[in-house]
């Protein structure tokens, strides 16, 4: 497959056109003034600086052409109002929410997963927004290096490089850094304003409570994969009335033992529903499994049901909360 132009070679040829139009401008007015004579205007907000996973990035215009990789990233982008910047989308975990779904439709899709570097520069983007570290995997060539060096800055949702538990608070962080990335801060603080608000809400909801121990069963077999004490997911369970068993599992996700589900007794199982395996099937494995017979949420078939893209962080997350309580 034949690599398309890098972004940089693209810039620099469109430069060598227009060298002579320059030429014909006066010193002053380069670089510094439009053609009728007067400054080019900066966006508002511009340049913006921000350190995002360790990258520090400026700048100097919002981006136009963006590619999200992963839904919550592509959900940020939806919620603000910014579908006619996206390039292209790319891993879809479930279904968009109603809301998004029209604006959805209208965006190229380049991979069900993850798509090549060749076909992810042959969108031609500014910018790549990953949700999941996965998304800049260096193996696979996505790295945020490579992709600078094409000229493509990039975005890692934070959860991806968090080296502490993640709270709302970083949710809020998240949209109104991407919100200042592309010019649009007012609709992020706005958006802020409404999710402190609905937590708020919900927070009446479960006040008094006695917090109910919950385990999260996203996958697994030999092990339990499940939601650890780091992730969004922890935040969200504690706000939602509940007690999550593994709490101290330093990860955002991480594997857990059978063994030890069961010494944790909890008394619901918050089931992530995603990818090819049903929220059913899930159910029957855990139901059928003799080893979890005696624990509180299988002898009661207490279940709890959450879209995966729910319990990352991005929009959806506050929402989660009340979603969860009411099945708590």
Known sequence: MSRPISR??????????????AACS???????????????????GFPYTVTNCGVKTTYEEPPKRAVTMNQHATEVL????????????????????????????????????????????????????GGYASA????????????????????????GCAKKPVTMDDVYREVREV????????????????????????????????PVPVFVYDSGDKTAFTAG???????????????????????????ASWETVVDRNPEVIVILDYGGTTVAQKKKRLLDD??????????????????LSDAVVGVRAPGAVKKLADQL
Do not use: C, M
């Open 136 to 159: 800049f995997q260096a193996g696979e060539g996505r790295s945020r290096g490579a992709l600078a060096k094409s000229g493509i800055e990039s975005r890692l949702n934070v959860e």
């Open 8 to 21: 940089p070679l693209r810039l620099l040829a469109a430069a060598a056109l227009l060298v002579p139009l």
């Open 78 to 129: 939806l919620e603000l109002g910014l579908e006619d910047r996206i390039a292209g989308t790319a891993y879809l975990d479930d279904k968009v929410l109603p809301k998004y779904a029209k604006a959805y439709a209208d965006a190229p899709v380049l991979a069900k997963e993850y798509p090549s570097y060749e076909k992810l520069l042959a969108a031609d983007p500014e910018f790549v927004y």
């Open 290 to 307: 003799p080893v979890l017979a005696d624990v509180p949420a299988i002898e009661h078939k207490r279940f709890a049901v959450l879209p």
């Open 179 to 210: 919100g200042s990335t592309f010019g649009v801060r007012a609709r992020a603080d706005k958006w802020v304003g409404q999710a402190r608000r609905d937590l708020k809400d919900a927070a009446k909801d479960t006040k008094g409570r006695e």
């Open 26 to 44: 006066s010193a002053a007015d380069s670089g510094t003034q439009s053609d009728a004579g007067k400054p080019t205007a900066k966006a508002a």
């Open 229 to 255: 004490g780091r992730g969004i997911g922890n935040d969200i369970i504690e706000r939602a009335g509940g007690r999550n068993v593994f709490a101290d599992l330093d990860k955002s996700f991480g594997d």
